[in-house]
């Protein structure tokens, strides 16, 4: 049998310079001389217990390491507390009792201009603002409160149920500024009025305050109102036998205008999520 021959089944041919057989394989080994175990594969499916709990805006992952390991989290009712535990998307994970959403939260922060109504959408093919943040996130994102169709200024949107509902909620007392425009110039008389507080059709109103704004007409005021009932600024003059010609939300929850041109949107910073979840 030949060299070829010998090649062929398998068999290993000595190298005529140095003397050393070819091995035709060789197994893998770890640095200690074991023999490797095959990697794992991730499964797409699971994610990591600390991470969930960052993604659905509850803290970093380094805080929810320490949440984890103090039983302050459970998973499909069980608590866990180890470190590095994976879950499914579809698990029911809670922390303190509340269930959290693995979407990621977002605010967004909208100068709104005229002409758009306050809604997701309309049977009447009117525009909504929604069209004016389609582009800000992939979230599902409502409206917070209400402006009417021809009110501009500031509308937050947000995923985040918990906030919407602390924000719309008339106890928390959330601060709202106005620039109101009137067809006719506010007597003194009345305003007092405004201040002392109405009795309109469906109760009485108090303003928190209400001044002619320094430098213009008397056709302008501003008026702060921690109201949410539905045209509540736009009623409160009307009442008196005025009518609002122009009607724009300047800040709302210590938000304000600043650098955010009418039509344009943008992110919450940080800091100012802090600070409208910290609200009373």
Not at 104 to 122: A, G, V
């Amino acid at each position: 049998m030949t060299r070829s021959d010998n090649n062929r089944k398998g068999r290993p041919s000595k190298n005529t310079k140095g003397g050393n057989q070819q091995k035709p394989f060789r197994k893998h080994f770890s640095a200690k001389g074991k023999q490797a175990e095959p990697q794992k594969k991730s499964n797409p499916d699971e994610i990591r217990l600390n991470r969930y709990i960052a993604n659905a805006g509850i803290c970093s992952r380094r805080e929810a390491d320490t949440y984890i390991a103090a039983g302050n989290v459970t998973v499909n009712g069980k608590p866990v507390t180890e470190m590095g535990y994976k879950v499914k998307r579809s698990d029911d994970v809670r922390f303190d009792g509340k269930k959290l959403s693995l979407e990621k939260k977002e605010y967004i922060l909208l100068n709104k201009p005229k002409n758009f109504i306050t809604t997701t959408s309309d049977e009447k093919g009117r525009r909504t603002v929604m069209e004016l943040v389609s582009s800000a996130s992939k979230a599902r994102l409502m409206p917070v409160g209400r402006l009417d169709r021809n009110t501009t200024g500031l509308l937050l949107f947000t995923n985040d149920g918990d906030l919407t509902k602390k924000l719309t909620h008339p106890k928390h007392g959330v601060r709202k500024i106005y620039h109101v425009h009137l067809d006719q110039s506010l007597s003194l008389a009345d305003l007092h009025k405004i201040e002392a507080g109405l009795e309109l059709e469906d109760g009485p109103v108090e303003v928190d305050s209400i001044s002619f704004i320094q430098g213009a007409p008397k056709k302008e005021l501003g008026i702060e109102i921690h109201s949410g009932r539905n045209r509540i600024v736009r009623r409160i003059f009307e009442h008196l036998g005025y009518q609002v010609t122009k009607l724009d939300r300047v800040i709302f929850a210590g938000l304000t205008k600043k650098d955010l041109p009418r039509g344009h949107w943008r992110h919450l910073t940080e800091q100012e999520v802090i600070n409208l979840k910290n609200i009373k």
